[in-house]
């Protein structure tokens, strides 16, 4: 099942500094706090890290007590199943809907838990899109296959209805 949540997304900026970077990755994976979602990039100041963890405020002090600075914003978070290209479609249908995406990214977790992250002009209108198309996924799935049907079973069919 997909699931639509708000959640606080923090944002860590780190000076061009291997050892740095080192540090904040060692602090996020030991401080006791689940990271739900991260991507990282460099930008003209260094190294910028975007995480969404179960516990926001401890991770925030975990790292602000180690010297980092972390801004804090909201952002929908799209718990996929794993589905390959979901978070694209997902993107997609905010667009198609006139919400603008400002950035994503997906995440896999090491429990093979896969995320969807956006950050939207409007999450008020995100949200219940990210949620009716999630729902309608999750019925697609849940229908029963049905084997397609021999083209001479069709036809005999066909037949008896029409007499």
Known sequence: MHTVTKQVELTIHTPNDPALLGRLTAITGSCGV??????????????????VAA?????????????FKCKSDSVLLVETAGTPGLA????ARLA?????????????SEHG?????????????AAPLLEMEAL??????????????????????????AT
């Open 88 to 91: 694209a479609a997902l993107g």
């Open 96 to 108: 198609n809907a006139g919400v603008s995406v400002l950035y994503s990214y997906s995440f896999r």
């Open 113 to 125: 838990q896969s995320y969807a992250v956006f950050k939207t002009a409007d999450e008020n209108r």
């Open 34 to 51: 689940e990271v739900l979602a991260s991507c990282s990039y460099w930008d003209h100041g260094g190294a910028v890290m975007k995480l």
């Open 136 to 161: 309608g996924r999750d019925q697609a799935a849940a229908a029963p296959w049905q084997p397609p049907a021999e083209p001479g079973l069709l036809a005999e069919h066909a037949m008896m209805q």
């Open 55 to 67: 516990d926001t405020r401890r991770m925030t002090r975990a790292l602000e007590a180690k010297g």
